[in-house]
């Protein structure tokens, strides 16, 4: 059985990022990678389905103790991915998909270059503005604090292998999916 591929998605919060990835994962060759964090879990979200809810001493032990693939500082708070799972499903023939920000998938790039990298793009800032208004679930000043760092991480654009504009979504959709299995029928060089 052929390994999995080991695929970091980037995106600034607001770009239907969530979407994309709800519907790619709705196939059982995909495992989403849950991520550690110290933020507070917003209204709906459960600890252990989308992300491991830690506090700053348990976070720090987790990266004392070498747990972590990666982690980074984001917005006043930890965010990190635990490395176990992930090399166990990818050796299961799992696409394994990290849902980080750009440190630390830089820090990926580094340490698995085997690893895809894919950037999902507002169509313009202006656009992902709206959306985060829209979506209701943070203040103004988080809402504009977060639209600066959209504007920070755009910029890092260029590092990925690949950028996804979600203007239409099912387009968005069917571009991620056709990187992948374009991926997937990659002659690798090793
Ligand atoms: P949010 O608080 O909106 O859920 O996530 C904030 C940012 O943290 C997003 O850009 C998200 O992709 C990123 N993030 C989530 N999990 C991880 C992780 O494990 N590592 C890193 N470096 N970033 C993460």
Known sequence: MSKGLLIVVSAPSGCGKG????????????????????????????????YHFLTREQFEENI????????AEYCGNYYGTPLAPINEN??????????IEVQG?????????????????P????????RLVGRGTE????????????EREIGFAQQYDYIVVNDVLEEAISDFKAI?????????QD
Request: aromatic residues 6%; glycine residues 4%; negative net charge.
């Open 64 to 71: 004392a103790q070498d747990m972590m693939l990666e982690y």
């Open 105 to 121: 998938a830089m820090q990926v790039r580094k340490l698995r270059p085997d690893a895809v990298f894919v950037f999902i793009a």
């Open 90 to 99: 990818l050796e299961n023939g799992r696409n394994v998909i990290l849902e």
């Open 180 to 188: 992948v299995r374009a991926e997937s029928c990659k002659v690798k």
């Open 19 to 50: 979407t994309i990835l709800g519907e790619v994962l709705k196939d059982p060759a995909y495992y989403y990678s849950v991520s550690a964090t110290t933020r507070a879990p917003r209204e709906g979200e459960v600890n252990g389905v989308q």
């Open 139 to 150: 203040p103004l000043d988080v809402i504009e604090e977060r639209v600066a760092q959209a």
């Open 123 to 130: 169509p313009s800032v202006e656009t992902l503005r709206e």
